[in-house]
Nanobody, 130 residues
């Protein structure tokens, strides 16, 4: 049974920090590109951050602007999202994804990572309010 279990969501004031974690089980974690998405009320789901299977490549949504850091531990089957300088507009449900296609560009090269199977966690609520 595949499970992606997010944790770390909370209510925080603007300028504060949170660390989200996603624990994966039932998959060969190191073979999955991992991503964090978010969905705010009335808005479509959007990519927050993604990390390659090896952890050597990362990408972020334009709105992140250096505030968030994604990381993974292939030994512990976890992916994390450190969020700093949080803003009210970061309020959303944050979802962990395993396997979605990610396109990487580096040094003039372009390549994709994906897995034939794709899984979502149940989401964790982040609320930024003064």
């Amino acid at each position: 049974q595949v499970q992606l279990v997010e944790s770390g969501g909370d209510l925080v004031q603007p300028g504060g920090s949170l660390r989200l974690s996603c624990a994966a089980s039932g998959i060969d974690f190191k073979n999955y590109p991992m991503s964090w998405y978010r969905q705010a009320p009335g808005k479509s789901r959007e990519l927050v951050a993604a990390i390659s299977k090896s952890g050597g490549n990362t990408k972020y949504g334009d709105f992140v602007k250096g505030r968030f850091t994604i990381s993974r531990d292939n030994g512990k089957n976890t992916v994390s999202l450190q969020m700093n300088s949080l803003k009210s507009e970061d309020t959303a449900v944050y979802f962990c994804n395993a396997g979605a296609k990610i396109t990487w560009t580096s040094g003039g090269f372009r390549w994709e990572e994906r897995h034939e199977n794709e899984y979502w966690g149940q989401g964790t609520q982040v609320t930024v309010i003064s």
